[in-house]
């Protein structure tokens, strides 16, 4: 193994080429990346550096420098644009690059709005680039008028951001609550009385019409109830698609994603993937998880395996938002929960999934013991009893002992 190819310079690709190195692997490392910057960490985009509090220079993973003293070869502003899986050989702005191992970690785009209701015009945004967010942050000012859609957590990230720079919010959820795909309605309850304390309109069962453009920038909504109010500007958090192109032009297996199996290799035994663009073999079914702690983790498995390693990738899920002054923290997938245990501390409050009597997740709002004492119970496969968790006098400590 000489040469190895990692495209996508984002989280995943950044911490498989330093795993590489801590390895101890001493062949040639290229890093590609499309943006035209170092390896940055996108949480901050809805919510600190979006709301203007924290330095361009604190979101990059690493400095620049970093990465020639490693002897890694960063490319940034560069694009593969071709996999030919047969020569083991990408091309990038003309360009020629041979692999013995390829990683594709190319992350997710975000979707738009179409341009037949007015996607296309200006003011109307997207949060998944440093660039997306240096275009929009000068536009979300006090006194203007914001429409969010959709109410997943960037949406209500953005929402909670745009109402703390003063503007007036509303969020549109087409389906019938916000949080449907990943949180109980016991969370989205909560969060949905959190922006409604702080001003924010939200409307839930309601989606996008058309947007209304004048001079091709966009100036108000008409949603699907037939309502029509005025808007300076728009921000979607609708969902990503999984950056798969070259990975289809490679002909590895797809499946709601590139699919690898459990050690990060996809159906060709030199290309591997991690991260957001990566579906992975979990509990029997195949899931892809879109958080930086998964990145992190499959991108560092991959790395070792890529050296022989054989190991499986364990993925130990955990997520975290923030919004006005709650952080909210994840630990566990609640995927086929049919029961919720509320455990309501007052200020510290957290949620816990079960599947019958199998502990599976935990939100924790504001609660970093409940999200601790969750997450090493998860790992553990400990399940305490939901009665016992929902007493906000239990000793939850004692249950790691049980
Ligand atoms: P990315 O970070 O998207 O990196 C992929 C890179 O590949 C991109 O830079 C892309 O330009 C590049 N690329 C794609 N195709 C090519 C090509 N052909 N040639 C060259 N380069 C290419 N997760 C959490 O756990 N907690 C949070 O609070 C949280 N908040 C978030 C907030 C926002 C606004 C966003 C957008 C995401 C958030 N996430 C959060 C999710 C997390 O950031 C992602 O899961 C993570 O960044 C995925 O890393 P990745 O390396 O797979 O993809």
Same mark, same amino acid.
């Given at each position: 193994?000489?040469?190895?190819?990692?495209?996508g310079?984002g $989280?995943?690709?950044?911490?498989?080429v330093?795993k590489?190195?801590?390895?101890?692997?001493e062949?040639?490392?290229t890093?590609i990346?499309?943006e035209?910057?170092p390896p940055?960490?996108r949480p901050p985009?809805s919510k600190?550096?979006?709301?203007?509090?924290?330095?361009?220079e604190?979101?990059f993973?690493?400095?620049?420098?970093?990465?020639?003293e490693n002897?890694?070869?960063?490319r940034?502003?560069?694009?593969?644009d071709a996999?030919?899986?047969?020569?083991?050989t990408?091309? #990038?702005?003309?360009e020629?690059?041979?692999?013995?191992?390829?990683?594709?970690?190319t *992350?997710?785009?975000?979707r738009?709005?179409?341009?037949?209701?007015? *996607?296309?015009?200006?003011? #109307?945004?997207?949060?998944?680039t440093?660039?997306? #967010?240096d !275009?929009?942050a000068p536009e979300v000012?006090?006194?203007?008028?914001?429409?969010?859609?959709g109410?997943g957590y960037?949406?209500l990230?953005?929402?909670?951001?745009?109402?703390k720079?003063?503007?007036?919010?509303?969020?549109?959820?087409?389906?019938?609550? =916000?949080? /449907?795909?990943?949180?109980?309605?016991e969370?989205?309850?909560?969060?949905?009385?959190?922006?409604?304390g702080? /001003?924010?309109?939200?409307l839930?069962g309601? /989606?996008?019409?058309?947007?209304n453009?004048?001079?091709n920038?966009v100036?108000g909504?008409i949603?699907?109830n037939?309502?029509?109010?005025?808007?300076?500007?728009? %921000? !979607?958090? =609708?969902?990503?698609?999984?950056?798969?192109a070259l990975a289809?032009?490679?002909g590895?297996?797809?499946?709601?994603? %590139? !699919?690898?199996?459990a050690h990060?290799?996809t159906?060709d035994p030199?290309?591997?993937?991690?991260?957001?663009?990566a579906?992975?073999?979990?509990?029997?079914v195949r899931?892809?998880l879109?958080?930086? $702690?998964?990145?992190?983790?499959q991108?560092e498995?991959?790395a070792?395996?890529?050296?022989?390693?054989?190991q499986?990738y364990?993925?130990?899920p955990?997520f975290?938002?923030? $919004?006005?002054?709650v952080?909210? $923290?994840?630990?566990?997938?609640?995927?086929?929960?049919?029961? #919720?245990?509320?455990?309501?501390g007052?200020?510290a409050?957290?949620?816990?999934?079960?599947?019958?009597?199998?502990?599976?997740a935990?939100?924790?709002?504001?609660?970093p013991?409940?999200?601790m =004492?969750?997450k090493?119970l998860?790992e553990a496969?400990?399940?305490?009893?939901?009665?016992?968790?929902?007493?906000?006098?239990?000793d939850?400590?004692?249950?790691?002992?049980?």
């Amino acid at each position: 193994m000489d040469k190895i190819i990692v495209v996508g310079a984002g $989280q995943a690709g950044a911490s498989c080429v330093a795993k590489l190195r801590a390895e101890g692997f001493e062949g040639a490392i290229t890093l590609i990346g499309e943006e035209p910057v170092p390896p940055y960490q996108r949480p901050p985009l809805s919510k600190a550096y979006l709301l203007g509090e924290m330095e361009l220079e604190r979101l990059f993973l690493r400095p620049e420098a970093w990465y020639g003293e490693n002897g890694i070869d960063l490319r940034m502003g560069a694009k593969v644009d071709a996999v030919d899986a047969a020569a083991k050989t990408v091309s #990038v702005g003309g360009e020629m690059l041979e692999y013995d191992a390829l990683v594709l970690a190319t *992350g997710s785009t975000p979707r738009r709005l179409p341009a037949n209701i007015g *996607g296309d015009l200006a003011g #109307v945004h997207v949060v998944r680039t440093l660039a997306d #967010v240096d !275009a929009m942050a000068p536009e979300v000012t006090a006194d203007r008028r914001a429409l969010i859609v959709g109410g997943g957590y960037i949406g209500l990230e953005a929402a909670a951001v745009a109402r703390k720079r003063g503007m007036d919010v509303t969020l549109i959820e087409a389906a019938p609550r =916000i949080l /449907g795909r990943v949180a109980a309605p016991e969370t989205a309850d909560y969060f949905r009385a959190l922006h409604e304390g702080h /001003g924010v309109k939200i409307l839930e069962g309601i /989606g996008l019409t058309c947007l209304n453009g004048v001079d091709n920038r966009v100036v108000g909504a008409i949603l699907s109830n037939g309502e029509e109010h005025p808007y300076d500007m728009v %921000i !979607a958090g =609708i969902g990503i698609l999984t950056n798969d192109a070259l990975a289809k032009m490679a002909g590895v297996t797809l499946d709601n994603g %590139i !699919a690898t199996d459990a050690h990060g290799r996809t159906s060709d035994p030199s290309i591997w993937a991690a991260g957001d663009c990566a579906s992975l073999p979990f509990g029997g079914v195949r899931i892809r998880l879109e958080s930086v $702690q998964n990145a992190i983790d499959q991108a560092e498995a991959v790395a070792k395996n890529i050296l022989g390693a054989d190991q499986d990738y364990l993925p130990k899920p955990w997520f975290w938002s923030d $919004q006005y002054d709650v952080k909210l $923290q994840i630990a566990g997938l609640n995927m086929g929960y049919d029961r #919720v245990a509320v455990r309501d501390g007052g200020a510290a409050r957290s949620h816990w999934y079960y599947e019958g009597d199998r502990l599976l997740a935990v939100d924790a709002m504001n609660d970093p013991r409940g999200y601790m =004492i969750g997450k090493r119970l998860i790992e553990a496969g400990k399940s305490p009893s939901a009665e016992v968790v929902a007493d906000p006098e239990s000793d939850l400590k004692a249950l790691l002992k049980a």
